[in-house]
């Protein structure tokens, strides 16, 4: 699943993510297939867009790609090292590249730290500032995401989910990283501070040339945003696109569905419009249905989708899609 672009700076291969949640009724082993054989790449510059329902599996990917969750197969091929390969010392220098803004503000940040010292944090672990060196360090990064030195002196408590969005960004920046996770980092805020927030890392990713795993569920933040866009169902990518491709001619039957829900600021053509509304609720991943994942919410599925799992292939320039209809 290459990006048109040139340098790919990410490529994630045949990613598995089990959690054991011990045994049923019948004393079986239960396994939570939170990401079962995933795979794309993201190119040097580029912003990869990641949605889908609550559950999908979006977090895990991110989590898992940058180490916090040990993988359960595949790969995470970083500037041409796979990164599972790599001990506790080989792994430090790769994680300074790749950073995490986390999804909520209020449980990211220590609420015992100030914020010269959460930001500062990452400059004492990798020894790249001491002293005044550091305090101007972390005074530019605070300003760098609009806020001003004088809140180096703050705790997390005394600002709002906005501010403290921007903390967490600052923190992630310390290190100068390459490649950033951005897992739902506008969620918990206010709709009129998601702009901003947005705006923002869009201005930082120009001037520093930042490549991002935009992960969220709000599709239409995720158009503005990303270059291309990934569709995820029950731990499986079902379409990958690039971004105005995707919008205008989805061709799995669940991103036409969830483009469906996207309200549309027009309310003739939002009046006209035929919303797809999904039957049923989003399997169990301890118990997925066999073959194609999504038949059982499916109108369109057939005899081939119950019996084999459909694999991600390529329709037409970079138009990836996982359905045996298409």
């Given at each position: 699943?290459?990006?048109?672009?040139?340098?790919?700076?990410?490529?994630?291969?045949?990613?598995?993510?089990?959690?054991?949640?011990?045994?049923?009724?019948?004393?079986?082993?239960?396994?939570?297939?939170?990401?079962?054989?995933?795979?794309?790449?993201?190119?040097?510059?580029?912003?990869?867009?990641?949605?889908?329902?609550?559950?999908?599996?979006?977090?895990?990917?991110?989590?898992?790609?940058?180490?916090?969750?040990?993988?359960?197969?595949?790969?995470?091929?970083?500037?041409?090292?796979?990164?599972?390969?790599?001990?506790?010392?080989?792994?430090?220098?790769?994680?300074?590249?790749?950073?995490?803004?986390?999804?909520?503000?209020?449980?990211?940040?220590?609420?015992?730290?100030?914020?010269?010292?959460?930001?500062?944090?990452?400059?004492?672990?990798?020894?790249?500032?001491?002293?005044?060196?550091?305090?101007?360090?972390?005074?530019?990064?605070?300003?760098?995401?609009?806020?001003?030195?004088?809140?180096?002196?703050?705790?997390?408590?005394?600002?709002?989910?906005?501010?403290?969005?921007?903390?967490?960004?600052?923190?992630?920046?310390?290190?100068?990283?390459?490649?950033?996770?951005c897992d739902e980092p506008i969620s918990a805020l206010d709709?009129?501070?998601?702009?901003?927030?947005?705006?923002?890392?869009?201005?930082?990713?120009?001037?520093?040339?930042?490549?991002?795993?935009?992960?969220?569920?709000?599709?239409?933040?995720?158009?503005?945003?990303?270059?291309?866009?990934?569709?995820?169902?029950?731990?499986?990518?079902?379409?990958?696109?690039?971004?105005?491709?995707?919008?205008?001619?989805?061709?799995?039957?669940?991103?036409q569905a969830l483009l469906s829900a996207v309200p549309i600021?027009?309310?003739?053509?939002?009046?006209?419009?035929?919303?797809?509304?999904?039957?049923?609720?989003?399997?169990?991943?301890?118990?997925?249905?066999?073959?194609?994942?999504?038949?059982?919410?499916?109108?369109?599925?057939?005899?081939?989708?119950?019996?084999?799992?459909?694999?991600?292939?390529?329709?037409?320039?970079?138009?990836?899609?996982?359905?045996?209809?298409?």
């Amino acid at each position: 699943m290459q990006s048109n672009q040139t340098e790919t700076l990410l490529q994630v291969e045949h990613l598995k993510k089990y959690f054991p949640v011990g045994k049923n009724f019948f004393g079986k082993r239960q396994v939570l297939k939170a990401v079962d054989d995933v795979s794309f790449s993201i190119a040097r510059g580029e912003t990869l867009g990641m949605v889908g329902e609550s559950g999908c599996g979006k977090t895990t990917v991110g989590r898992t790609i940058i180490r916090l969750y040990n993988a359960t197969g595949g790969k995470v091929i970083f500037r041409g090292k796979n990164i599972f390969d790599l001990n506790k010392k080989e792994i430090k220098p790769i994680r300074r590249k790749m950073q995490m803004i986390f999804q909520d503000p209020y449980a990211s940040l220590n609420p015992r730290m100030t914020v010269g010292d959460i930001v500062g944090e990452p400059l004492d672990i990798y020894g790249l500032a001491k002293g005044r060196e550091r305090r101007e360090r972390v005074n530019y990064l605070l300003e760098m995401v609009g806020l001003n030195k004088e809140h180096a002196s703050r705790f997390p408590h005394e600002f709002s989910g906005g501010q403290r969005q921007r903390i967490g960004i600052a923190r992630a920046l310390a290190v100068e990283p390459e490649f950033i996770v951005c897992d739902e980092p506008i969620s918990a805020l206010d709709v009129s501070i998601q702009a901003q927030v947005i705006n923002m890392m869009e201005e930082l990713q120009e001037e520093m040339g930042l490549t991002y795993l935009f992960i969220a569920h709000d599709l239409s933040m995720v158009k503005h945003i990303s270059d291309r866009i990934a569709v995820m169902y029950l731990g499986r990518l079902v379409e990958l696109a690039e971004g105005n491709e995707l919008y205008n001619r989805p061709l799995h039957p669940y991103t036409q569905a969830l483009l469906s829900a996207v309200p549309i600021p027009d309310p003739v053509i939002e009046e006209k419009r035929q919303r797809i509304i999904l039957e049923g609720d989003v399997p169990s991943p301890l118990n997925p249905p066999g073959g194609c994942n999504f038949r059982t919410r499916c109108t369109r599925a057939v005899a081939v989708c119950g019996e084999e799992s459909p694999e991600l292939r390529e329709i037409d320039g970079g138009h990836w899609v996982a359905c045996h209809l298409i």
